[in-house]
């Protein structure tokens, strides 16, 4: 039988650092600890420099059978025909994206600490939600604090994968695991 693709969210989920990217780094990283899912999120204006740094992590997560998500950007995900998408809740609306990229893309959503949020994206068509911030997180330090009684919660009413996000280190993502996550994101952990 078949991976869908939801069963292959899972794991170590890496989401690249904010800014010019060293590709030959990243590669060792997604070796090194088996990165299952890479998301390139450069919060950038420079919109060649985002083409060509998404289009070569492109060819780099083909070579190690990594799924490859863009965040936030539909456009660049269709351009270098990633795996997927993903959105936060001021983004674009996963009926948009879907209609866009098509029904085998992936398509995720941050659903910050709320239930509710990951609910409705899910009956949406969401493939995964996102919970966090989980621990203190250097990238985004006034982030929304998630308990993970939170996620014990969802785990019990989603049936799509959950992600855990923010402040997730090598020593701490079991406990994100044991929760129930399903796969953990992680930035400063990996890249920093």
Not at 78 to 107: C, N, P, T
Not at 108 to 120: H, R, T
Not at 160 to 179: K, Q, S, Y
Request: charged share 25%; proline share 2%.
């Amino acid at each position: 039988m078949a991976i869908t693709i939801d069963q292959r969210i899972n794991g170590l989920y890496g989401i690249t650092p904010n800014k010019k990217l060293d590709i030959e780094f990243i590669e060792n990283i997604i070796t090194a600890h088996q990165v299952k899912i890479l998301q390139y999120r450069h919060k950038t204006q420079d919109d060649q420099l985002k083409l060509d740094e998404a289009q070569q992590l492109r060819e780099l997560c083909l070579a190690h059978n990594t799924l490859f998500i863009v965040n936030d950007d539909i456009n660049l995900c269709e351009k270098v025909d990633a795996d997927g998408v993903h959105l936060g809740q001021l983004d674009k609306s996963i009926s948009e994206a879907r209609y866009k990229l098509g029904k085998q893309a992936i398509i995720g959503v941050s659903c910050y600490n709320e239930i509710g949020l990951a609910l409705e994206a899910e009956k949406s068509g969401a493939s995964y939600v996102a919970f966090g911030t989980l621990f203190p997180s250097k990238t985004k330090p006034n982030a929304e604090h998630c308990k993970l009684s939170v996620i014990k919660s969802a785990k019990k009413r989603i049936k799509i994968p959950i992600v855990g996000i923010g402040g997730i280190t090598l020593e701490n993502r079991n406990l994100a695991f044991n929760a129930g996550c399903d796969a953990v994101a992680m930035l400063d952990g990996l890249f920093n």
